[in-house]
Structures are given as structure tokens and as C-alpha cells.
């Protein structure tokens, strides 16, 4: 069953620590992305990757970090830096021009 | 700067009469166009896309046309269902090394019964 898993699928975070949102696919894509979604808003990129042990910073990427040090992961470490992490958080991975996306994690700062 | 932009954020249509969800793009370069729903706390999911050298493209009840002179495309649902009620999100992308899609900010599209 091919797909892109995203976990967990509720976090809760203090202000100030660091926080680590997984995203696992399996349909044997290249690229991997990185979205984050606020009301109102469309999906911003944050990181994206075209191949293991590299990838790009997108229009956000302030207060993020990434690793893709397999081509199946691609997790996502929300740092202190980032000033208003509060959002819904998606992963998705491409072949050609189509992004298949997971089923989100949704990140609260408590 | 929106490069892709959905100026409706929210559109209501009756149950069996035609939705049409319209993007509008500033970027020229971009030449690939996809549509995606998305139901509330679940990613998006691919719905319909065309690329730059067509202007019409159908797929049962859905229908993306593109106006490359007008940077324009939109999304008909004929005829519109209650499950069709969800966000949907323009997108676009652009040839090169890594196909991210810009998104525009999303219509949420409500079929009342």
C-alpha cells in the first residue's frame, strides 16, 4: 500500500524546545517537500529535496531545519527560532510534476 | 509577491448546478497547472492538471481551462455534489530542476443540498 505517512498527526510543543515532525513515503520519489498551512493562506514551501543528502530551502525557511539522509525520509525539525510555528504542517513527494501529499500533522505551541 | 492567486475565498452553489473556481498567475515561466482538494485536517489530493500547450482539460465531472493570455485558468464541476464541498487549491510549476508547485491561497467550495 504506497503512500507518503506523516506522524504524529496532533503535536503539542512548549514554547522554546525543539520539535521533530516524521514524514516516510514509499513510492520511490525523488522529491520530497515540506508545506505549512495557516488560514487564509495557500501552502508555503519550506524545504524541498530532489536527492539524498541534498536539498533546497523554499520561501519559509526560517527557524527550520531538514535531513534527507534516505530517500524515503524527510523529517522536519521546527527549531525555537521559528517565531509563530502554530500551523498545519504537510509532506509530499513528487514524480514529474504531480505532488502526492500525506495526511498532515497539525503543530500547536502551548 | 502571490505569484498565483485565488481571489475567491469562499463559493457556494446548489446541488446539481455548475461550480467554477477560478486562478489567476503573474509568473509566464510557469507551464504545468494542477488542481488539489482538500478536506479539513487531510493533505490535498490531485484532482485535474493541463499543461501549457493545451487549453481544455476534461475528466468526467471536471473541466480545467487555461487562458495562457490572460493567465487564467479555472475549474468547472458539472454537475456539482455535496462531496464536492472541500478547499480547493490552484497550482503551478514551472520546468526545471525541481517541479515545486506555488500554490494559490485556496476556495473553499460549499454544494448545499
Known amino acids: 500500500d504506497g503512500g507518503i505517512t506523516q506522524s504524529p498527526k496532533y503535536l503539542f510543543r512548549k514554547e522554546g524546545q525543539n520539535v521533530t515532525l516524521s514524514c516516510e513515503q514509499n513510492?520511490?520519489?525523488?522529491?520530497m517537500y515540506w508545506y505549512r498551512q495557516d488560514p487564509g493562506q495557500g501552502l508555503r514551501l519550506i524545504y524541498y529535496s530532489q536527492i539524498v543528502n541534498d536539498f533546497q530551502k523554499g520561501d519559509i525557511a526560517e527557524g527550520y531545519s531538514v535531513s534527507r539522509e534516505k530517500k524515503e525520509s524527510f523529517p522536519l525539525t521546527v527549531t525555537s527560532a521559528q517565531k509563530n510555528p502554530t500551523a498545519f504542517y504537510l509532506c509530499?513527494?513528487?514524480?514529474?510534476?504531480?505532488?502526492?501529499f500525506g495526511q498532515g500533522t497539525r503543530l500547536t505551541v502551548v | 509577491d502571490q505569484q498565483v492567486k485565488q481571489n475567491s475565498p469562499s463559493l457556494s452553489v446548489q446541488e446539481g448546478r455548475i461550480s467554477i473556481l477560478n486562478c489567476d498567475y503573474t509568473n509566464s515561466m510557469f507551464d504545468y497547472f494542477l488542481w488539489y482538494k482538500k478536506y479539513p485536517a487531510e493533505g490535498p489530493t490531485f484532482l485535474i492538471s493541463?499543461?501549457?500547450?493545451?487549453d481544455k482539460n476534461e475528466d468526467g465531472r471536471f473541466t480545467v481551462f487555461l487562458n495562457k493570455s490572460a493567465k487564467h485558468l479555472s475549474l468547472h464541476i458539472v454537475p456539482s455534489q455535496p462531496g464536492d464541498s472541500a478547499v480547493y487549491f490552484c497550482?503551478?510549476?514551472?520546468?526545471?530542476?525541481?517541479?515545486?508547485?506555488?500554490f494559490g491561497s485556496g476556495t473553499q467550495l460549499t454544494v448545499l443540498p
Open positions: 513510492l520511490n520519489h525523488d522529491a
Open positions: 509530499a513527494s513528487s514524480i514529474e510534476s504531480e505532488a502526492f
Open positions: 493541463i499543461s501549457s500547450i493545451k
Open positions: 497550482a503551478a510549476s514551472r520546468a526545471g530542476s525541481a517541479r515545486q508547485l506555488t
